[in-house]
């Protein structure tokens, strides 16, 4: 696990292999390891300094997630936490000087622990990179980090790295004193070495040395009061109070700065425990590490197809979604033919691509070369006959069935047998559209958010005809470019859209209940959501949302169900206010200005004189959509917990502390959610009852997931 090397020198060298991984980690036997190693060199007289290095690319990747999401117990956590403290304390401590010999990366726990060396030496290594990631995972470095990296460079630089866990490379990492040395890759241990022999005093660590100061001032200091301010005011804008994890960050780094060293580590210890055992925390490592880990991996992918690689990818409309489309095939190092129309709308699309990359160089963030490349990529056409040798066709022209089946005869006409074609419509029923297609098992959805380059879900939709091998090779592509699938059954409004909706038109229920504009739009941030509900139908425009209710009705006929709150979009658009598009609809939008609620909105939907209580509201928003989600698990339109709480964040942006929809009715608890859905429905109506699936689940005792 820890190799052990004594040389005539005195430098024993410990280098961290563990077997089996690809990566070294912290976790019970790890730790153990270490502490026997510690006791060992540093009881030793014959060891005269210590060496401390990695045998694999990186150094440590940081703690074990799987261990601490298992965490439930305070007492024998806070015990592990100041075990390692003392050793971490008794290896810094031991009068021998401790250089730490990074080849890679060294990320949380890893970063940790070699902050407790006298010296840092880090190979000149592109790839690696040194931070605290913790808080992005709802937790905080419990290994000393929040003590050991102000007392080294000082409260303002460390806070952008323990609050946005903000990764840096090596020579941003030595430029802040976070490392003392980058050297050429392979000489770190020489050089680590060297520095050991050339120690003839007793090495100490700063915080350990009579009259240390704190780098830029201690937290009496009034510059760094002001940072504290700031940062606390920022963080409750940013986060509503909803993140237990950065909030404790900054209160180990205030209280732990007041006190000595030995103190503060047990303080830190304190904060550690309670944000590990939080349901946040558990939250985000099962959604953001696990589930989305098994999603990138392809976990739905059926087995036994050849992989995919694709060469080429056809893509019909080169308007908003289409130009995206192309820019992150070709980002991907795949020729994308991008057809339109006319040979301007297709030219339209290709330069959308080509101002992400010069935004790319300017800021000095890619090279011109590969800026080059990538545009090279792109085909923009007319010419169906341009799509001949493409793996796969994206379709995303007009949302019309009639121009969406056209283009796919036309396509397939020119298209090899083997070839995929898949539709990135966001409302169309995909079995519907397959009946344009020749070959329907070849035929699926994948259905893109917008702005392609940013949002990294695609929602895979199976039709009934597709087939297992095209679902296959779709999140080929998937994976291909980068990005993050989940996979539903064919029905309307597929899972994401369909779950979304419930949040915009619960706040527009609100609003035709008389509750005031505002307060909508703060339950809806208080929930955790990036905008209100009312904002956020002003994105996607009330006329859309009445047009899908139009096309909806006329498909289902007698089956078709009136949802809440649209009488409330349909007033607006009958008032011209559509939405953010057209400069006005719950909001006024002033060029360049900040948009501002429209003050007529009082009129239309009067206030009423007894308001609810903000929390009523934020409960409303957060069942709505939960429920719904559950309702789409038990009718088969997502197949797994992991995929509805994946698409759920990603998706349409349902906050990472609540692990997404289905997690949070795990963290709930079955039984209080579907009791909440109880009284929820009773007060407000049936949207809110929950599916028999919930009540069976609770009376079998189940949950969603076992950790
Ligand atoms: P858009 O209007 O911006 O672009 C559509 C493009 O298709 C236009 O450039 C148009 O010229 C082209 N087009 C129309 N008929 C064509 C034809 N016969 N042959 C070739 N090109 C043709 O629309 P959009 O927002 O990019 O949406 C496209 C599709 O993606 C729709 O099905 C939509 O539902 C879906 N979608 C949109 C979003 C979104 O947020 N806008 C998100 C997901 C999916």
């Not at 014959?46 to 690319?57: E, F, H, N, R, Y």
């Not at 409260?155 to 490392?179: D, S």
């Not at 609100?510 to 703060?522: C, D, R, T």
Request: aromatic share 6%; with cysteine; hydrophobic share 45%.
């Amino acid at each position: 696990m820890i190799d052990y090397q004594l040389d005539d020198a005195g430098i024993a060298t410990l280098t961290w292999n563990m077997p089996g991984r690809s990566q070294n980690v912290l976790n019970g036997d790890s730790l153990s390891a270490l502490y026997a190693r510690i006791a060992q060199v540093t009881a030793d007289p014959a060891v005269k300094g210590i060496l401390m290095t990695s045998a694999k690319p990186d150094f440590i990747a940081g703690g074990d997630l799987e261990w601490l999401l298992a965490a439930n117990q305070a007492q024998p956590l806070f015990d592990a936490i100041l075990t390692l403290h003392r050793n971490l304390r008794l290896l810094e401590t031991c009068g021998k000087p401790v250089a730490m010999a990074l080849p890679g990366s060294a990320l949380g726990g890893g970063l940790e622990l070699a902050m407790a060396g006298h010296y840092r030496v880090a190979a000149d290594n592109a790839k690696a990179r040194f931070g605290l990631p913790e808080v992005t995972l709802g937790l905080l470095p419990g290994g000393g980090g929040t003590q050991r990296l102000p007392r080294l460079i000082g409260v303002m630089n460390a806070l952008p790295l323990l609050l946005e866990g903000k990764k840096l490379k090596a020579a941003e990492a030595l430029k802040l004193g976070l490392l003392h040395a980058v050297v050429a890759a392979g000489t770190e241990v020489a050089a680590a070495h060297a520095w050991l022999l050339a120690q003839t005093a007793t090495v100490r660590q700063p915080w350990d040395v009579k009259g240390f100061k704190i780098p830029g001032g201690g937290v009496s200091n009034p510059g760094v009061q002001q940072i504290f301010m700031v940062a606390n005011a920022k963080l409750r804008e940013r986060t509503y109070g909803n993140y237990p994890a950065p909030a404790n960050i900054m209160s180990c780094i205030y209280e732990g700065l007041i006190t000595d060293f030995d103190t503060s580590l047990k303080t830190e210890a304190r904060y550690f425990v309670n944000c590990v055992l939080s349901p946040e925390a558990k939250n985000m490592i099962r959604t953001l590490f696990f589930s989305l880990g098994e999603a990138n991996k392809l976990a739905a992918r059926p087995k036994d197809v050849p992989l995919q690689k694709y060469t080429q990818v056809g893509i019909l409309g080169a308007g908003m979604m289409g130009a995206g489309i192309a820019y992150v095939t070709a980002k991907a190092g795949i020729r994308a033919v991008l057809l339109d129309t006319s040979q301007e709308a297709a030219e339209r699309g290709r330069s959308y691509a080509q101002k992400l990359v010069d935004k790319q160089v300017a800021r000095g963030r890619m090279a011109q070369d590969k800026a080059d490349a990538l545009i090279a990529c792109i085909v923009a056409t007319t010419d169906y006959a341009q799509l001949a040798g493409s793996e796969l066709v994206i379709e995303a022209v007009f949302e019309d069935r009639a121009i969406k089946a056209d283009v796919t005869r036309r396509a397939e006409a020119v298209l090899g047998n083997d070839a995929v074609f898949a539709s990135n419509t966001s409302t169309l029923p995909i079995t519907g559209l397959a009946q344009a297609s020749g070959r329907p098992a070849q035929f699926i959805g994948l259905h893109f958010f917008s702005p392609v380059e940013k949002m990294p879900l695609i929602e895979v939709i199976v039709g009934q005809q597709t087939s297992q091998a095209t679902l296959a090779r779709a999140l080929d592509f998937v994976k291909a470019v980068g990005m993050t699938p989940i996979v539903v059954n064919d029905a309307r409004g597929f899972y994401t859209s369909r779950c979304f909706a419930t949040y915009v038109f619960e706040g527009l229920a609100m609003l035709a209940e008389g509750v005031a504009p505002a307060l909508i739009e703060g339950a809806g941030l208080q929930a955790g959501m990036p905008v209100g509900p009312l904002a956020l139908t002003d994105e996607v425009s009330a006329e859309l949302c009445v047009k899908i209710d139009r096309q909806t009705q006329s498909d289902l006929g007698a089956a078709y169900q009136k949802p809440v709150g649209i009488a409330v979009a349909q007033q607006l658009v009958s008032l011209g206010r559509i939405g953010k598009k057209s400069g006005k609809g719950f909001y006024d939008y002033a060029e360049g200005g900040k948009k501002a609620l429209w003050p007529g909105l009082a009129e239309q939907f009067p206030v009423a004189a007894q308001q609810p209580a903000l929390d009523t509201l934020v409960q409303r928003l957060v069942t709505i959509q939960s429920v719904e989600s559950a309702r789409c698990m038990a009718e088969g339109v997502v197949t797994t917990a992991r995929d509805a709480d994946v698409g759920s964040v990603l998706g349409w942006g349902v906050p990472p502390f609540s692990g997404g929809t289905i997690s949070h009715i795990h963290s709930t608890g079955v039984a209080k959610f579907v009791a909440q859905c109880d009284a929820l429905a009773a007060l407000h109506g049936e949207r809110f009852k929950p599916p028999q699936s919930l009540r069976d689940m609770v009376a079998r005792g189940e949950s969603f997931y076992t950790r």
